[in-house]
């Protein structure tokens, strides 16, 4: 498992998702997002920030049941939920490479349980609870040159969340 490279903390849902915002202004089209964590972590919270700062109107919620839902924003949003798939198979069928080849930003719930099918440039985001009900930490690894090449950036935007002691760029 790769480490952190920033380790962030937010203290609601809304927190979470306000910070999610600020990934979302750096974004551009063709990116990858994985969000890992177990069930009720916020990975969902973490999307719904995202895609109101792309200019989402729907309401998003986990596409469980269709496994992907599309949302036209600023910048068209791709959001998967992988939970239940068992096969990597599926997971090829729903055509991830094609759907960043499509030029829209693709955010994958559950997405490092599918890491053999995806091309090897993401930004994965762990999400985990903290001590507190509705603290969360976020850890953001940044995988490829597409991101590594951000993370002065990221860093930037996410520093009111930040913890003391990240790894300077
Ligand atoms: N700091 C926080 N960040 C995200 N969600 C939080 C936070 N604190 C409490 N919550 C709650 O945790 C739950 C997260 O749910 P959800 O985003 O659907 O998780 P997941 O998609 O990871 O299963 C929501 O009920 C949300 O209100
Ligand atoms: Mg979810």
Redesign the pocket.
Known sequence: MKSPVLRAK????D??RRLAACVAELARPGDLIL?A??????????VQGFGAALGVPDRIT?PTFTLAAHYEGRVPLHHLDVYRLEQLAEVLDTGIPELLDEGGVTLV?WGDAILPALPPDYLEIR?LFGLA????TLDLVPVGHRWTSRIRAIRTALAPWLEEGGVPC
């Open positions: 937010t203290n609601s849902v927190d979470t969000l964590g177990e069930l009720g972590a916020g990975k969902t919270a973490f986990s719930e999400l009900d509705d603290d969360r």
